[in-house]
């Protein structure tokens, strides 16, 4: 089987997987694992468009997980209807992708990074700074009567979704003025891409799912906090699991999302008191490989 082949039935075996998994009731923590990974995969996979196929990095995509977490919330809190805290979740997340896309476009390499980290923090103080809205550093309690057998199923279809749209941009003309971008601006430039609204595209088409599992993250938890919201270590899992694997495409971000919650579950559960330098451990030696991985490659 060629890897190409063993890649694609890889990813066909995690998402059948996956999707039997968030049907099964157990009612303890197997349950709450599988939201974990299905969150963590939207997230992932969103953040591939824009970071496996322009080679953006960013260390805030849970910037729009924590807006839409934080809007969704404030919609329940003030009487707002299901249907319309969700509604404007997406339409706030995606409003902050657009509108975020304009400066950080014209960046390129370290400096993106580090904007998007600083837009995170931002946006971590300011929920903690407006206390009435948000409840501050106590976090924004907003309960929601609905059965806990809904979230697992409705987590999948958010991953799934993610995945659809996933497919269909890199694989349209968006996805080949990516890769024609990633390869060199310049030259993209050259030919006639407006390379800062390829950039704008990317980053507007990331920001739905993360607004949506942030919203999806609250209704199930009830609770929000600013640093569980805007969390650097929810953005580092979402980067990792897009390029943890020696491969491109679906797969990637799909089947690293899966090892890297399973990773943080296992030290989370088996060794108290560590979790945090450990987990943190992990995170940098999955970087520094696949860092030494890229350079080879350049």
Same mark, same amino acid.
């Given at each position: 089987m060629s890897t190409k082949s063993a890649t694609r039935a890889g990813l066909w075996l995690t998402l059948a997987g996956l999707a039997a998994a968030s049907l099964v009731r157990t009612g303890g923590y197997f349950d709450f694992f599988i939201f974990s990974v299905l969150i963590n995969g939207a997230m992932a996979v969103s953040y591939d468009i824009p970071g496996g196929s322009l080679g953006l990095i960013s260390l805030g995509h849970a910037t729009f997980f924590g807006l839409g977490g934080y809007t969704f919330g404030i919609a329940l809190t003030r009487g707002c209807p299901l249907s319309i805290a969700?509604?404007?979740? !997406? %339409?706030?997340?995606?409003?902050? =992708? $657009?509108?975020?896309?304009? /400066?950080?476009?014209?960046?390129?390499?370290? $400096?993106?990074? *580090?904007?998007?980290?600083?837009?995170?923090?931002?946006?971590?103080?300011?929920?903690?700074? *407006? &206390?009435?809205?948000? =409840?501050?550093?106590?976090?924004? $309690?907003? #309960?929601?009567? +609905?059965?806990?057998?809904?979230?697992? #199923?409705?987590?999948?279809? *958010?991953?799934?979704? +993610?995945?659809?749209?996933? $497919?269909? %941009?890199?694989?349209?003309?968006?996805?080949?003025?990516?890769?024609?971008?990633?390869?060199?601006?310049?030259?993209?430039?050259?030919?006639?891409?407006?390379t800062e609204k390829i950039k704008i595209a990317g980053l507007f088409f990331a920001s739905g799912p993360p607004a949506l599992a942030g919203a999806l993250y609250i209704a199930r938890t009830s609770y929000l906090s600013p640093d569980s919201g805007f969390s650097l270590s929810l953005s580092i899992t979402a980067l990792l699991a897009?390029?943890? @694997? /020696?491969?491109?495409?679906?797969?990637? #971000?799909?089947?690293?999302?899966?090892? @890297?919650?399973?990773?943080?579950? !296992?030290?989370?559960?088996? !060794?108290?008191?560590?979790?945090?330098?450990?987990? &943190?451990? @992990?995170?940098?030696?999955?970087?520094?490989?696949?860092?030494?991985?890229? @350079?080879?490659?350049?």
């Open positions: 969700i509604a404007l979740a !997406l %339409v706030v997340g995606a409003a902050a =992708g $657009y509108l975020l896309a304009f /400066p950080l476009a014209r960046l390129k390499d370290g $400096y993106y990074a *580090l904007a998007t980290l600083g837009i995170l923090f931002i946006m971590k103080l300011g929920a903690d700074s *407006l &206390g009435s809205l948000t =409840g501050g550093s106590a976090g924004l $309690y907003a #309960p929601l009567k +609905a059965s806990r057998e809904l979230f697992n #199923p409705l987590a999948f279809s *958010l991953f799934a979704a +993610a995945c659809l749209m996933h $497919y269909l %941009v890199l694989r349209s003309r968006f996805g080949i003025l990516f890769k024609q971008t990633e390869a060199s601006e310049d030259v993209a430039r050259s030919v006639g891409i407006d897009s390029r943890l @694997l /020696p491969f491109e495409g679906l797969a990637a #971000p799909v089947i690293g999302a899966l090892l @890297l919650t399973l990773a943080e579950e !296992l030290i989370w559960t088996g !060794l108290a008191g560590f979790q945090h330098a450990l987990f &943190g451990a @992990l995170l940098l030696f999955f970087a520094i490989v696949k860092g030494r991985s890229l @350079l080879r490659d350049a």
